[in-house]
C-alpha cells in the first residue's frame, strides 16, 4: 500500500477536514499517534529518549504503526529497558474513611477542597478520587484529577475531569490515588504490580514511554521457557522477569499476566522469548 505524507494533500479554500482525514487513513500514516498530553510549552519527547523534564501528562497513550501502545510514565527509581516496572506508590489518601472533604461540594462542581494534605503542585494530575457522599449510599463520585494546587499541610483543591452528579457534604470521605505511572520501579516487590516495559534505562525521578501491548522483548527469570507442550502463556515476577504460568502455577502463585511468546519454540529452548505484552491497550 502507497503512503502518503499528510503536508502534502490539497489544502484549497473550501476543502473540508474530513476529506483529509479520509485521504490519510487511505493512504496510511506511517508515524506515532500520541494522543493529546503535551504539556504546554514542553518539546516532544521522542520514542526511545528519556528526559529530567516532564514533557507529557503521565498516561499518555502513544501507538506505533505496528499496534504497540506505550504509556508515558515516570521512574521512582531505576529502570531497565526488557523489565517490567511496578507501581511503588501507595494511595495518596488511603481509603480507610480518615479523610474527608474540608468543604460541602456542590452539585455539578468541578472541584473539590481537602484539608491537610502535603503534595507539589499537579503532583496528582492522572491520578483517581473517589468520594462517598454522606447519606448517598451507591452514588460514589469517582472522577480523574486534572489539577492540584501546592498542599504544605495545608487545604488543597483538587480539579476533576467532570462534574460531580450529587452534593458531597463537608463530612463525606474519600480516597485518592497518583497516576499509576508516577512512581515505577523494579523492585523485588510481590505486592506490586507492573504496569509497562521501559523502552529505554532510565535513572530515578526521570520520564521515558513505557510498553503496555504488542510485540515486546522482555527479560526471562529463568531459561528454558516454551519448552514443554503448549506452553505459551507468561507472567511478571516479582522483580518484572517472566515466569511461565505453567511454573507459577506449581508454586501456587498468583503472579500478574504479562502475554504470550510469539515465535515457535521447541524443546530445550531458551532464549528470551519474544512477548506479545498484554498489560492495557
Known amino acids: 500500500m502507497s503512503r502518503q505524507d499528510l503536508s502534502a494533500l490539497d489544502r484549497d479554500i473550501g476543502q473540508t ?40 501528562i503521565l498516561g499518555t497513550r502513544r501507538i506505533t504503526p505496528d499496534g504497540r501502545v506505550y504509556k508515558y510514565s515516570r521512574a521512582g527509581a531505576i529502570v531497565y529497558s526488557g523489565n517490567g516496572a511496578q507501581n511503588i506508590q501507595g494511595p495518596f489518601i488511603a481509603d480507610d474513611g480518615a479523610t474527608s472533604l474540608a468543604a460541602k461540594a456542590l452539585l455539578g462542581a ?52 467532570g462534574p460531580l452528579s ?35 534505562y532510565c535513572a530515578g525521578s526521570s ?26 502463556q507468561m507472567c511478571f515476577g ?12 506449581a508454586t501456587s502463585a498468583q503472579y500478574q499476566h504479562a502475554g504470550f511468546i510469539i515465535p515457535k519454540t521447541t524443546q530445550g529452548n531458551d532464549d528470551a522469548p519474544l512477548l506479545m505484552l498484554q498489560i492495557s491497550v
Open 17 to 56: 477536514w474530513s476529506r483529509i482525514i479520509q485521504e490519510a487513513f487511505k493512504h496510511g500514516i506511517d508515524c506515532d499517534i500520541i494522543q493529546g498530553g503535551l504539556l504546554t510549552g514542553k518539546t516532544e519527547q521522542g520514542l526511545y529518549a528519556v528526559s529530567t523534564i516532564k514533557n507529557y
Open 110 to 161: 468541578t472541584t473539590i477542597t481537602i484539608a491537610t494534605q502535603t503534595v507539589a503542585a499537579n503532583a496528582l494530575v492522572g491520578g483517581y478520587v473517589i468520594i462517598y457522599p454522606n447519606g448517598e449510599t451507591g452514588k460514589d463520585q469517582f472522577r480523574k484529577i486534572t489539577a492540584n494546587t501546592l498542599g504544605e499541610g495545608t487545604t488543597i483543591t483538587v480539579t476533576l475531569d
Open 166 to 200: 450529587v452534593e458531597c457534604a463537608a463530612n463525606s470521605t474519600l480516597c485518592a490515588y497518583y497516576s499509576p505511572y508516577y512512581s515505577l520501579s523494579q523492585t523485588n516487590d510481590p505486592y506490586a504490580s507492573t504496569l509497562c516495559v521501559p523502552a529505554a
Open 238 to 249: 516479582g522483580n518484572g522477569s517472566l515466569f511461565s504460568h505453567t511454573a507459577t502455577i
Open 207 to 232: 520520564f521515558f514511554w513505557g510498553q503496555t501491548w504488542g510485540p515486546c522483548r522482555c527479560s526471562p527469570g529463568a531459561a528454558g521457557y516454551g519448552a514443554d507442550s503448549a506452553e505459551r
